[in-house]
């Protein structure tokens, strides 16, 4: 398999290092009881979870009775969660490909950037700041995020098409996650995106059961180990190095235990 962008170098390392009957605990995932057939506990669990990682103030509990029992809040408090819901909605019911994950990123930025930007790369620098304004990382030049992106997109097309083991599976959706939001293409939304990519990712290679995975919520309850993880790499899009990528991609099976 002849990657443009992605690398498979930590595969087996990857393998050593997998939690003990991660088949098993993927094989027992099943919806929940409060779900029901306009409402998904496990999306609303996903769009909460991943929002909060972006500094969203919002409560799963408070988020399911504005969403199951139509309960009003103020429309700020819900709007940004809502866009995202309809993402995840919108890529249960598609194929994960180019074309669909720019329409992704435009329902889940519809209260994030101007109309524009939505669902399409950005044309200036991006920089990624911690909350005391130092700058923790840089993104991939303009000049190369469409190059970059062709790369990810005809390696991603690839990856879909070939037969894969469960645990190549998760190493290949954790990857994708990573070398998505180290591009970092759209204007904002990137994290949820990259988010809502993995999850899409699974769920492509290994069906329903996929959206069943909490790991937005363990990314969340984790989010300075997430970034941490993240920043291993380094500090500019040109040196990342991805043989420091082993414990962000661990993140993603440690979500089902």
Do not use: C
């Not at 969403?67 to 249960?92: H, V």
């Not at 990573?178 to 994290?191: E, R």
């Not at 995106?193 to 769920?203: G, N, Q």
């Amino acid at each position: 398999m002849k990657l443009e962008i992605f690398s498979s170098d930590l595969l087996q390392s990857y393998f050593l290092e997998l939690p003990k009957g991660l088949g098993l605990a993927f094989n027992h995932l099943k919806d929940a009881e409060i779900s029901v057939l306009d409402f998904s506990f496990y999306t609303s669990v996903a769009a909460v979870f991943s929002s909060k990682i972006e500094g969203e103030e919002i409560e799963l509990d408070s988020y399911i009775k504005h969403k199951r029992d139509a309960f009003m809040f103020q429309p700020d408090y819900t709007r940004k969660i809502d866009d995202l819901y309809s993402a995840y909605e919108f890529a249960g019911k598609n194929r994960l490909n180019q074309k669909n994950l720019a329409e992704a990123h435009r329902l889940l930025s519809q209260n994030l950037i101007a109309n524009q930007w939505q669902g399409k790369l950005r044309n200036q620098q991006m920089y990624v700041s911690t909350t005391d304004g130092r700058i923790e990382y840089v993104a991939a030049a303009v000049s190369q995020i469409s190059s970059e992106m062709d790369k990810f997109y005809n390696d991603l097309a690839m990856f879909l098409e070939k037969e894969m083991t469960l645990e190549e599976v998760f190493f290949f959706a954790a990857m994708t996650h990573l070398v998505f939001v180290k591009i970092h293409p759209w204007v904002d939304g990137n994290g949820r995106t990259a988010r809502l990519l993995e999850k899409w990712f699974l769920a492509e290679k290994l069906g329903e059961k996929a959206w069943f995975i909490q790991s937005e919520r363990g990314y969340y309850q984790q989010h300075q180990t997430y970034y941490e993880n993240s920043r291993r790499l380094g500090l500019e899009y040109p040196e990342l190095d991805y043989s420091k990528a082993l414990p962000f991609l661990l993140m993603l099976p440690h979500s089902l235990f």
